[in-house]
């Protein structure tokens, strides 16, 4: 199955302690390229969500951002400066006993000295961590990659359906082949005749010339290996591995073999054909160019065809 290398993906997981949120998007790159943002606290996840994307994710520029918010403050703990503590202890001591102070030093005097207190994260358990954003971001790729399938699904029509139009243009110039020598040898004859008046043409210098001409214009091996080219793609458009290489190396010889036609038939009619094969060529480019197919870059296809 074809996979578009543009797709979104979107998941949640709240639950009394914690919210998780993991968005996924993709647009078209040459190779893969998979980038994650997590908040600070949270950076050892990166690694292991890179590992688990690029496990569903062949190309595509891909970008997964994650969102914790913590519900409750039971990861953060309340120490005492005790060497501080202390010192602020003294220090009022000695103000009491220097100018005499009636009221004792209590709770309440230290307790106002906030610095006193030291407030730590305190290290959670990356396990457990883990296990709720990985089941949140597994959910993230599925929809994520739904969605290539299903824009994947609607690319490979396009293209099936271009195909089937070059098919039908392919049809076309193989009737139109034939009718090329004839009406050289018929347009030869006229113009010897008219040049040559009532000398008799040499019938054999005719064929020979005419002979010449259609060995350079004939282009049978072109159209069969063209219409060869058509059934392998068909075949290599349901397979459900990377096809990249395959496909990129095919639309190559189907290019090379169109502008070989194009160049031999010396026909307005066949040159008017190969227009529009080229045209419904590059009006499926930007189609091909956003299908996942594998690890070989379709830039080339894109442009190569125009």
């Known amino acids: 199955m074809i996979k578009s290398m543009t797709g979104y993906g979107r998941c949640e997981h709240i639950d009394e302690n914690r919210k998780i949120v993991i968005d996924i998007r993709s647009v ?3 190779y893969c390229d998979i980038s994650v943002k997590v908040p600070r606290a949270y950076g050892y996840l990166e690694d292991k969500i890179k590992e688990t994307v690029s496990g569903e994710i062949s190309r595509g520029k891909v970008e997964v951002f994650v969102y914790i918010e913590n519900y409750t403050n039971e990861d953060k703990v309340v120490s005492l400066d005790h060497v501080l503590a202390e010192n602020y202890y003294n220090v009022l001591k000695e103000l009491k006993e220097t100018y005499n102070l009636r009221n004792d030093i209590c709770l309440s005097d230290l307790s106002r000295f906030s610095d006193i207190f030291i407030t730590r994260q305190q290290e959670e358990d990356k396990d457990k961590v883990w296990e709720m954003v990985s089941a949140c971001l ?5 929809d994520f990659v739904a969605m290539r399938l299903r824009e994947g699904g609607r690319l490979r029509e396009n293209l099936v359906s271009r195909a089937s139009a070059i098919q039908d243009l392919i049809a076309e110039i193989e009737t139109r082949t034939p009718q090329i020598v004839e009406e050289y040898s018929k347009k030869l004859k006229e113009r010897m005749t008219e040049l040559l008046g009532n000398f008799q043409i040499d019938e054999s210098r005719l064929l020979t010339e005419v002979g010449i001409m259609a060995d350079r214009v004939c282009i049978d091996e072109e159209l069969v290996r063209l219409k060869s080219h058509f059934k392998e793609l068909e075949k290599i458009l349901a397979l459900s591995e990377p096809v990249g290489r395959k496909l990129d190396f095919l639309v190559q010889e189907i290019n090379r073999e169109t502008n070989t036609i194009g160049s031999k038939a ?11 094969i080229k045209s419904e060529k590059a009006a499926g480019a930007n189609s091909e160019y956003r299908v996942t197919l594998g690890e070989q870059s379709h830039e080339a296809y894109q442009y190569r065809i125009r």
């Open 28 to 30: 078209n790159s040459r």
């Open 266 to 276: 010396n026909d307005f009619g066949i040159a008017k054909h190969v227009v529009e």
């Open 138 to 142: 597994n959910g993230a790729v599925e």
